[in-house]
């Protein structure tokens, strides 16, 4: 029904005069890694493209890729065109739109970085620690800012961070308003709303092509404020009366961190802040004048253990369940300071990023096994998203109607269930390119078109190493963890075609006893003398692939099993 999911890898044309290019190098097909480029050829001069960016953000590790910190876009479109790229705009500061530019700013440091005042602040903060200086243009609501080709306008919108801001690009070619993430809330604890007049005056300009946020197309309705979870938090404070009350959030979600704030204080708690980011973030926060907590309420965790716990609000990172973050941490009673107790409460302010399942049951298991009372989003109304339902989203195309959408921001099932709403709303569905990350779309004369796709993998952080982790490498990883290792040892005398070392087997991480090896020495005994004796093989690199080859027939045959093998044949 909708163009370009299913194309195969295909170089797209040459760029021409009078198009633009739309490429999501991330954050389509997957939550996460967000950053999509525009470009196209400069008419002032001729005969070379310009860029622009659209946030650049992180995909967070799952299962499958283990021993990774980040998984970054592809910028291997980017590397021959790195000083045309004119700017990077950021949506707003959440990890998944602003991680990754640390990583692209290593590539060239004086990349213009867009965006509000708090975007700003916490990329700021994030390249101190990679020792970088960046350009910046801090920009606010209905501001105008040229960079090459793009005309840039900002319109302000509704997202569980403070001061996202939605991107009008205007270009010769054609014009892109990209939502960002968003949602409409018409209470919002700010005051800010998602800008509708805003959304109108670009509809009457013409939008060319609307990239709209996808996350939660799938849910009908619309989100609930975060007034309602403002009321329930205070109704879950008053109700609490023995022991500390640990809350936990995402760092950058300043409005229900305030929320916690609030709610502790008009119940008589000091707050302690635990974790680095929560602690940088509300700095920041506190700095812009965006958190409205005086500073008489907060107390340092070393103090907590002096205070009646009953009287102690501890608002912490961890809610993922992340093994070494705070709440975990103290889950397992494993902290240096202060730990959960049978008498404390846990507040899970929060939702469940896809693919952290196991990880917070685990956690939960552990604090239902203290004792501690669990408040969660499953049966109280502490969180509400920062996503458009699917009212939103069809309210929202009716307000701009465009003539084109690309819907982003999602796993494929989110993109299409975006796409359908649009084509309900009454844009032709051979104007809604369905794409994922490497798709191209090309934008001329107000009709988009898929024309192509290019190379797009992940791009792994692992330690301080940066895409020197393969595919291969994690495949092996996965191997390792979930069928063990085993290594074989042997040495051979090639001149007198002979085993002089008997084989020797190690196992690691097998469950069976190592005495099922026996018989596979004896066979790889057998082989080798054979291979040498028989096929004149005498070289070493020859005679592992044949100890190799036996002792995965064996153990696949023996223990049904398919570790990592390690053959060692060493001459004498």
Do not use: W
């Not at 604090?367 to 920062?386: P, T, W």
């Amino acid at each position: 029904m909708f163009e370009g999911l299913s194309m195969e890898l295909k170089n797209p044309p040459p760029l021409s005069l009078g198009t633009l290019r739309v490429i999501p190098l991330g954050g389509l097909g997957e939550v996460g890694r967000n950053c999509t480029v525009l470009e196209m050829i400069d008419p002032i001069p001729q005969g070379y493209s310009r860029l622009m960016l659209l946030d650049c953000g992180v995909l967070f590790p799952g299962d499958d890729e283990p021993g990774v910190d980040l998984l970054l876009p592809d910028f291997t479109y980017l590397h021959d065109k790195l000083d045309r790229i004119e700017a990077i705009y950021i949506t707003h500061g959440h990890e998944d739109h602003i991680g990754a530019i640390p990583f692209l700013l290593k590539l060239r440091p004086d990349i213009p970085l867009v965006g509000s005042r708090f975007s700003l602040a916490l990329i700021k903060k994030k390249l101190e620690q990679h020792r970088i200086t960046p350009v910046t243009f801090e920009v606010n609501p209905g501001d105008e800012l040229r960079f090459g080709p793009f005309l840039l306008n900002f319109l302000p919108v509704n997202h569980s961070i403070p001061d996202a801001l939605a991107v009008f690009v205007r270009t010769s070619a054609g014009n892109v308003l990209d939502t960002g993430d968003f949602k409409m809330d018409q209470t919002p604890l700010d005051g800010k709303l998602t800008d509708l007049k805003r959304f109108t005056d670009a509809s009457r300009v013409g939008v060319d092509l609307f990239m709209v946020d996808s996350t939660n197309a799938m849910n009908p309705g619309f989100v609930p404020s975060e007034a309602v979870v403002e009321a329930e938090l205070n109704k879950i404070f008053a109700g609490i009366t023995t022991g500390i009350v640990f809350a936990t959030t995402f760092a950058s979600h300043i409005h229900r961190v305030a929320e916690l704030c609030h709610a502790a204080m008009k119940n008589n708690r000091k707050i302690a802040l635990l974790g680095r980011s929560m602690l940088n973030n509300v700095a920041i926060a506190q700095e812009l004048k965006m958190l409205d907590v005086p500073e008489g309420a907060f107390v340092d965790l070393k103090d907590v253990p002096s205070l009646p716990p009953e009287r102690v609000c501890i608002i912490c990172t961890g809610s993922q369940g992340e093994s070494m973050a705070a709440l975990s941490r103290m889950a397992r009673r494993e902290h240096p300071t202060v730990n959960i107790n049978p008498e404390d409460t846990v507040v899970m302010a929060s939702s469940t990023i896809p693919g952290n399942e196991k990880v917070i049951t685990a956690m939960l298991n552990n604090i239902e096994e203290i004792g501690a009372k669990v408040f969660d989003a499953r049966r109280f109304k502490v969180h509400c998203s920062g996503h458009a339902n699917e009212g939103e989203l069809m309210y929202i195309y009716n307000v701009v109607e465009p003539r084109n959408v690309l819907p982003i921001h999602g796993e494929v099932r989110h993109l299409k269930a975006n796409a359908r709403i649009a084509n309900r709303s009454g844009v032709n569905e051979n104007n809604i390119p369905v794409v994922q990350s490497g798709g191209v779309i090309d934008l001329a004369n107000g009709h988009a078109k898929v024309v192509g796709r290019i190379e797009n993998g992940y791009l792994f952080v692992d330690g301080r190493e940066v895409g020197s982790v393969t595919q291969r490498d994690l495949e092996q990883r996965l191997i390792l963890s979930q069928e063990g290792f085993v290594a074989v040892s042997t040495g051979v005398d090639v001149k007198n075609r002979k085993v002089v070392s008997y084989p020797k087997v190690i196992a690691r991480a097998i469950a069976e006893d190592d005495s099922v090896f026996g018989p596979l020495a004896h066979k790889v005994h057998k082989a080798l003398t054979t291979a040498m004796n028989d096929e004149g093989m005498t070289n070493t690199d020859a005679l592992a692939k044949v100890v190799k080859r036996v002792a995965a027939g064996f153990i696949s045959r023996e223990l049904h099993r398919r570790p990592m093998i390690l053959p060692i044949v060493h001459k004498k």
